[in-house]
Nanobody, 119 residues
Framework: QVQLVESGGGLVQTGGSLRLSCAAS??????MGWFRQAPGKERESIAT????????YYAASVKGRFTISRDNAKNTVYLQMNSLNPEDTAVYYC??????????????WGQGTQVTVSS
């Protein structure tokens, strides 16, 4: 069984940066990714990364601004968020699944961390 805990959320101004962390405990996880959900919006996948970090995916809304990375020795995934704008305000969740699982197949979810971008 795996538990995921996000951290690093907070309040920033437009144009600011933030780095989110997600620590996994229990056993090694493989595919990992970040999701977000804004008030009144559907949860969306914004970034995923394969076990060895050779394959990454970014949603068009964050591509070029966000960077996903992982440290398998620490069983942790990160999300570096730059050039933030108010549209990025949401609860951010990390999730994990089997080696070749798609984001909709991820089995484990964190509790989420709030990111608020003010103008």
């Amino acid at each position: 069984q795996v538990q995921l805990v996000e951290s690093g959320g907070g309040l920033v101004q437009t144009g600011g940066s933030l780095r989110l962390s997600c620590a996994a405990s229990g056993r090694t996880v493989y595919a990992m990714g970040w999701f977000r959900q804004a008030p009144g919006k559907e949860r969306e996948s914004i970034a995923t990364i394969s076990y060895y970090g050779t394959t990454t995916y970014y949603a068009a809304s964050v591509k070029g601004r966000f960077t996903i990375s992982r440290d398998n020795a620490k069983n942790t995934v990160y999300l570096q968020m730059n050039s933030l704008n108010p549209e990025d305000t949401a609860v951010y969740y990390c999730a994990a699944g089997s080696l070749n699982s798609r984001p909709d197949e991820y089995d484990y979810w964190g509790q989420g961390t709030q990111v608020t971008v003010s103008s």
